[in-house]
Structures are given as C-alpha cells and as structure tokens.
C-alpha cells in the first residue's frame, strides 16, 4: 500500500512542523499502521538522470511499531516522524519538489497568519 503522503489535510488534520512550520498532515497512515502493528516506509524516487526518465528508489525511514508502543500520543509521533523523513528527502533534493503547492494553507485553530 503507498501514500502519497505530503498534502495538507485541513484543519481536522494532525499538526506537526514541516520545515519549521505547522503543517497539517492525515491521519490515515499512522491509523493504519497502528490498527494492524505493521512498518511504515518513508521512501522517494529521485529522478537521476536530466535527459531521461530514470529513477532511484531510495528508503529514507522505516518506522517499526514498537518505537511508537510507549509513546503517549503516537498518532502525533508516527506523522512527525515521516515529516521529519520527507524534510531530508526534500534537502537532498530541493529542486525535485513540488514548492508551488501549498503545503501551509491549513493552520491549527488560533494559530496567528502572518
């Protein structure tokens, strides 16, 4: 099963910073992975060649269930954690993502727009 997983997910989404931001992220992934205790994969395709569509595959995180056993609130602590992945991914590749999609559009309630 993959996700595309980097799309806001409006106010009803979990919270967590993206490149030092909020950012709203679903829930569905660590939901998922909780209800049926299985890894979740962070990876991305890299596009490595300018003049023709090749691609590598690359495992940026595994998240395995037991490091979010213990954790008191691991819906929150799983999406950090991919966040955390998909930021590395995007700093070793910043010309490959999509920046013009607004990531940042959802805020948490009360949050001040600047």
Not at 32 to 48: D, E, F, K, N
Not at 85 to 106: C, D, G, N, V
Request: a positive charge; proline letters at 6%; charged letters at 25%.
């Amino acid at each position: 099963l993959c996700f595309i997983a980097d799309q806001d997910a409006g106010r009803k989404g979990v919270f967590v910073d993206f490149f030092n931001r909020p950012a709203s992220w679903y829930r569905s992934i660590a939901l998922l992975a909780m209800r049926y205790q299985t890894p979740i994969i962070v990876g991305h395709c890299p596009r490595v060649s300018a003049n023709r569509f090749r691609y590598r595959a690359v495992v940026e995180r595994i998240i395995m269930p037991e490091e979010w056993a213990d954790e008191r609130d691991p819906v929150r602590w799983i999406t950090a954690q991919y966040a955390q992945a998909f930021e590395r991914a995007i700093a070793t590749y910043p010309e490959q993502y999509l920046w013009m999609h607004r990531r940042w559009k959802s805020q948490p309630r009360g949050a001040r727009t600047e």
